[in-house]
């Protein structure tokens, strides 16, 4: 990415995640076909045996290139940077996860039902998330571009960059927005069409979380990432609450 070749990059994601898919069905298979055992385990080793695989090859293609070095001074400044947005991307985890277990505690009614509005409430998120996707994307190559021109004290060019690239992501959402509701009519069975509802809000968040990007990316300039830290876990915070206070009495609207 800092190099700034992206076909080595879609490359590399590519194989990690056919292979992935793959490998998952033949072992998904397997495991329940000929050894008679459950099925997940094969989904769990066909997910993180391709990543490990590819991560010790690309280590071993470090290591081949550039010798080892130690150095405390790169060490400490590793640690102060990337331990907060490893608690970060936890509690980006756990925010992504207490939506379905607390809609599937709180909520009043019996297993079938609640299972059809996890269902829902999942298919929502999921759709919501195609916007995250191409947020991941575009902040990979952003970031490179910005690190440069921040680095030479480019403040002009960031400026000018920064304004096009939110005009072009708002745009890219915008209308994302406007189709979405349209292609959940055709592939979603019509017990489930309500739940396009819940898609503007689920866009409206992963929108969100690229114009809070912005401010994490110069906080990574800063090696200040505490402060995304604290974000993150104020969020959640304030998720379980509001989750514990409106699911009840709203749903999965709530």
């Given at each position: 990415?800092?190099?700034?070749?992206?076909?080595?990059?879609?490359?590399?994601?590519?194989?990690?995640?056919?292979?992935?898919?793959?490998?998952?069905?033949?072992?998904?298979?397997?495991?329940?076909?000929?050894?008679?055992?459950?099925?997940?385990?094969?989904?769990?080793?066909?997910?993180?045996?391709?990543?490990?695989?590819?991560?010790?090859?690309?280590?071993?293609?470090?290591?081949?290139?550039?010798?080892?070095?130690?150095d405390k001074r790169f060490l400490k400044v590793c640690l102060i940077v990337s331990v907060p947005m490893i608690f970060?991307?936890?509690?980006?985890?756990?925010?992504?996860?207490?939506?379905?277990?607390?809609?599937?505690?709180?909520?009043?009614?019996d297993e079938g039902y609640k299972k059809t509005q996890v269902a829902i409430y999942s298919y929502a998120v999921s759709?919501?998330?195609?916007?995250?996707?191409?947020?991941?994307?575009?902040?990979?190559?952003?970031?490179?571009?910005?690190?440069?021109?921040?680095?030479?004290?480019?403040?002009?060019?960031i400026r000018k960059r920064s304004k096009n690239y939110l005009r072009l992501f708002s745009a890219l959402t915008f209308?994302?927005?406007?189709?979405?509701?349209?292609?959940?009519?055709?592939?979603?069975?019509?017990?489930?069409?309500?739940?396009?509802?819940?898609?503007?809000?689920?866009?409206?968040?992963?929108?969100?979380?690229?114009?809070?990007?912005?401010?994490?990316?110069?906080?990574?300039?800063?090696?200040?990432?505490?402060?995304?830290?604290?974000?993150?876990?104020?969020?959640?915070?304030?998720?379980?609450?509001?989750?514990?206070?409106?699911?009840?009495?709203?749903?999965?609207?709530?």
């Amino acid at each position: 990415i800092y190099k700034k070749k992206a076909g080595s990059s879609a490359l590399i994601s590519g194989i990690v995640s056919l292979s992935g898919t793959i490998l998952s069905f033949v072992l998904i298979f397997i495991f329940k076909n000929v050894w008679n055992y459950d099925g997940y385990w094969g989904r769990i080793i066909g997910v993180f045996a391709p990543n490990i695989i590819v991560g010790i090859g690309l280590l071993i293609f470090i290591f081949t290139r550039a010798k080892p070095n130690f150095d405390k001074r790169f060490l400490k400044v590793c640690l102060i940077v990337s331990v907060p947005m490893i608690f970060h991307r936890l509690g980006q985890i756990f925010l992504a996860r207490t939506d379905i277990i607390m809609i599937n505690t709180l909520m009043s009614g019996d297993e079938g039902y609640k299972k059809t509005q996890v269902a829902i409430y999942s298919y929502a998120v999921s759709m919501g998330s195609v916007v995250g996707v191409i947020f991941n994307a575009f902040n990979n190559t952003w970031v490179a571009f910005l690190f440069d021109d921040y680095k030479t004290g480019n403040f002009d060019r960031i400026r000018k960059r920064s304004k096009n690239y939110l005009r072009l992501f708002s745009a890219l959402t915008f209308g994302f927005l406007m189709i979405s509701s349209e292609v959940i009519r055709w592939f979603v069975p019509s017990d489930y069409h309500y739940g396009v509802y819940l898609i503007p809000l689920m866009v409206l968040s992963s929108y969100f979380m690229f114009v809070y990007s912005f401010f994490v990316n110069i906080e990574i300039c800063h090696a200040k990432t505490l402060y995304t830290m604290i974000g993150t876990f104020c969020a959640a915070a304030i998720n379980v609450l509001l989750n514990y206070l409106f699911i009840k009495r709203f749903g999965i609207f709530g």
